[in-house]
């Protein structure tokens, strides 16, 4: 008679592993530091700004964070 064999710790697979809401989870804690840095590197010249100007620099920083962000937390990945 042989003797039984020992069992395996179970390992998850990698279905296991996915997050749900991985991306609005990723997103959301990185968006507050992205938002930090990139205001940070605008601030001086949305100071020196005038009212169109301030306009043109707030979409060019809602651009760059939303590039920043797609870099570092990329929408069609796994998560």
Do not use: C, K, T
Request: proline letters at 8%; aromatic letters at 8%; zero cysteines.
């Amino acid at each position: 008679m042989r003797s039984p064999r020992p069992s395996r710790p179970r390992v998850a697979s990698d279905v296991d592993r996915f997050v749900v809401n991985g991306y609005e989870s990723a997103e959301s804690s990185l968006l507050p530091e992205i938002r930090r840095q990139v205001e940070a590197e605008f601030a001086e010249r949305l100071s020196a700004a005038g009212l169109f100007r301030r306009w043109i620099l707030r979409r060019q920083i809602r651009a760059e964070i939303s590039r920043r962000l797609d870099q570092q937390a990329p929408p069609d990945g796994l998560y």
